[in-house]
């Protein structure tokens, strides 16, 4: 958890409080054939000890005796650094810093100064620097938690056990140090740190160390020690705001809303005793957002950036849900002042692209991808990825696949680019190198469900009925109630002559969606093939009373009717389907075979006389006039065809 230091006079800098970059999360989208293609968005959620994964700016940490400047300047820039003006003060520290190459605090002081700027690339230099003039704890601390902020977890760890070894009383590393063990999930040895670190220190110290063991103590299920943990917290840092903060957020990162609501009334006590730090309305912001109160959410985000226009978790927060209502114009709004506000960013560029590519200016997306991949110095294997959907929704399947080798090439264990690869095999008619691509996602990562539910799904239209349900019953063992998943497990059953079973899947469905369209029609089919006409025509009837357009479902419930004779209705089915898809040829044989069954043989002839010369290869539509010619004779449903 970010480590918030107020109120505490210019001291010596020596490193920065942990702030953990935005997650990448996959998100992977797959419908009842897994068609759509594997898209990453970058999100920012909570992070494990509940410290918001973007929740505010670095801070430079309080430690030790302030140095005398070193000239005019030096106390110019520390002025300047202070007052936030870093475009000012930082050139001052390159000169005094240059000027003086063996001075470690000068070289530390800079690099506090850098992180505090957001150039954390250049701010692990000086502080690499200042480490090498003289190691100490205070050096390998101020690496540690900034090699955390990078990313760099093996290289924080190292740093920051090194400060244990120098220091075994640190609480700022032992808290540091349990928060990456908790990402880890290596829960014990992160719990051990995080108890010691409870019991030395200031109020304020063992304050933040019982929230972050709270935290620890909730992913671990022993809730009732996180609540005494967050009241003790509480108890020693009574008008902190930043220690209630961390509590709220400690509920916010668990996964049930009845936590998510257990945040609110602390979030409020907090804006009680903090209305002015934007942090509080962005986590306020966020547990609305959890809940599905889109409204409430937005406006929270809004007040933290009024508070400050610059807060870019709340504007990223506010992009997102305005992607998420189909609000380009807002989405597109807040990506140009992202990117405006901090162009060297890649994710603002990457942030760009999504609203682009939601907005269909293609043209847009592909080169906001490519500014966040040159923001990135080229190394960007999810902007690649994202890349090769664009290419490949554009059809252009050559440079879709340089994309996703480019971010195969950056990042080798990426199961996403192998199975968008598979997809992308599959559309080329190339089953087998598809199938490859796929086990290959699956050797990195065994247990990805959508993985599993691609191949499972490629299998079965092999008609490799076994090893297709194997896969697609690991998919829901890995991710259980993926419907996706259930509907194809369903179709494996039904297209290999198990109906019982395909029935049965179905109805496991609908008992979770009762309105879901794909799994009533795909339930009709089965009890159609059943010869349980009536149940088949009352499961088309519900997924046609969810989706009126349903083309399926019209076209089944069709020829139901006409194959039971039910004329009148059989018509109406099919002029609904001529409304949801005009140009249908077999729904417009059908009608006019409809009319010589109601004894309009006539007209049957003069429509199938005006289909042949409109569709004349089309199966329906060559057998028509026969058909007309034979009136009399009981249509069954596949007579019409499909």
Excluded at 140 to 164: N, P, Q
Excluded at 609 to 618: I, V
Aim: include cysteine.
């Amino acid at each position: 958890m970010t480590r918030m230091v107020m109120d505490k006079l210019w001291p010596l800098l020596t490193g920065l409080a942990v702030l953990i970059a935005g997650a990448i999360a996959l998100q992977l989208y797959a419908q009842r054939r897994g068609n759509e293609a594997i898209r990453v968005v970058i999100q920012d959620e909570t992070g494990a000890g509940g410290g918001e994964e973007d929740g505010g700016e670095a801070a430079p940490v309080a430690e030790g005796e302030e140095t005398p400047p070193r000239s005019e300047a030096h106390a110019q820039a520390r002025l300047l650094a202070r007052r936030a003006e870093f475009d000012k003060a930082l050139p001052l520290f390159e000169q005094e810093a240059t000027a003086r190459p063996d001075d470690a605090d000068l070289a530390s002081e800079y690099g506090a100064w850098l992180a505090a700027a957001d150039q954390a690339e250049r701010a692990l230099a000086w502080l690499v620097k200042a480490d090498q003039l003289r190691p100490t704890a205070q050096t390998a601390l101020a690496l540690g938690e900034l090699r955390a902020r990078l990313g760099d977890r093996a290289g924080a760890e190292a740093d920051l056990r090194r400060v244990i070894a120098l220091r075994p009383t640190s609480n700022p590393a032992r808290v540091t140090l349990g928060e990456l063990l908790l990402k880890k999930g290596e829960r014990a040895e992160a719990v051990t740190l995080l108890e010691g670190a409870c019991t030395t220190g200031s109020n304020e110290e063992r304050a933040h160390a019982l929230v972050t063991l709270g935290g620890a103590y909730l992913l671990t299920g022993k809730r009732a020690e996180a609540e005494k943990a967050f009241d003790k917290a509480v108890l020693f840092a009574p008008a902190r705001p930043d220690v209630r903060l961390g509590v709220a957020r400690a509920w916010l990162a668990m996964d049930s809303k009845e936590d998510v609501r257990r945040a609110l009334p602390i979030l409020a006590r907090t804006v009680e005793i903090a209305p002015d730090v934007p942090a509080v309305f962005a986590a306020v912001g966020r547990a609305r957002e959890r809940l599905g109160e889109d409204a409430a959410a937005a406006e929270a985000y809004d007040r933290a950036l009024r508070l400050d226009p610059s807060f870019r978790y709340a504007r990223r927060r506010l992009l997102r849900l305005a992607l998420g209502n189909r609000d380009f114009a807002r989405a597109r709004r807040e990506a140009e002042r992202l990117v405006a506000d901090a162009p060297a960013v890649p994710e603002h560029h990457f942030l760009m692209a999504l609203v682009a590519e939601r907005d269909g200016r293609r043209d847009d997306a592909r080169k906001a991808y490519r500014a966040a991949i040159d923001a990135a110095k080229g190394d960007y294997p999810e902007a690649y990825l994202n890349l090769g959907v664009l290419e490949r929704n554009a059809n252009d399947f050559e440079a879709a696949r340089q994309a996703y080798d480019k971010a195969l090439e950056q990042r080798p264990k990426y199961p996403a680019a192998w199975l968008n690869i598979g997809k992308l095999l599959e559309a080329q008619g190339k089953p087998a190198e598809a199938e490859e691509a796929y086990r290959r996602a699956l050797a990195i990562e065994p247990r990805h469900a959508n993985g599993q539910m691609y191949l499972g799904q490629l299998l079965a239209d092999l008609k490799r009925w076994d090893e297709a349900e194997q896969a697609l019953r690991a998919s829901l063992e890995a991710k259980p109630g993926n419907t996706a998943a259930q509907l194809s497990l369903g179709v494996v059953y039904a297209t290999s002559g198990r109906l019982d079973q395909a029935v049965a899947t179905y109805q496991q469905v609908l008992q979770v969606n009762p309105r879901m369209v794909p799994a009533l029609y795909d339930l009709a089919l089965a009890l159609e093939k059943q010869g349980k006409a009536g149940e088949a025509r009352r499961a088309l009837q519900q997924a046609l009373e969810a989706d009126p357009g349903h083309v399926g479902a019209l076209r089944e419930l069709a020829e139901l009717e006409l194959g039971a004779r039910r004329l009148p209705e059989a018509r109406r089915a099919w002029q609904d389907l001529l409304d949801a898809a005009p140009g249908d040829v077999p729904a417009r044989a059908a009608l006019a075979e409809l009319s010589a069954l109601e004894g309009d043989q006539r007209g049957c002839e003069t429509a199938a006389r005006a289909l042949e010369r409109e569709a004349p290869g089309d199966a329906a539509v060559r057998a028509l006039s026969g058909r007309c010619a034979a009136a009399g004779v009981p249509v069954t449903p596949t007579s019409v065809t499909r």
